[in-house]
């Protein structure tokens, strides 16, 4: 078996470096996410507790009116939008 060469021993290194960095970027950006998805979901418990009965039934015809109004364009029977005639 032949030793290890001083560049193999210095790319070990080099490569032991940057994976101690990564996994401390993961970590970060694990911690940062799990932080923003509880604040994302106090936000919206906080919200569902302030809205009654009545006003999610308003929200729910408001969300139905603008779902009706995309089918047609979605569905591709809105006319193109007007163009200008050119000279």
């Excluded at 604040?39 to 009706?68: F, G, H, M, P, W």
């Excluded at 089918?71 to 200008?84: F, I, L, M, N, R």
């Amino acid at each position: 078996m032949k030793p290890y060469s001083p560049l193999h021993i210095n790319a070990k290194h080099v490569f032991e470096e940057i994976k101690k960095e990564n996994i401390e970027e993961l970590r970060v950006f694990r911690q940062t996410a799990t932080r923003e998805a509880a604040e994302i979901t106090q936000s919206i418990k906080q919200l569902k507790s302030n809205l009654d009965a009545k006003s999610l039934s308003e929200i729910r015809e408001y969300v139905a009116l603008c779902e009706r109004l995309n089918t047609p364009k979605d569905a591709g029977s809105e006319k193109a939008p007007h163009q200008p005639a050119r000279n």
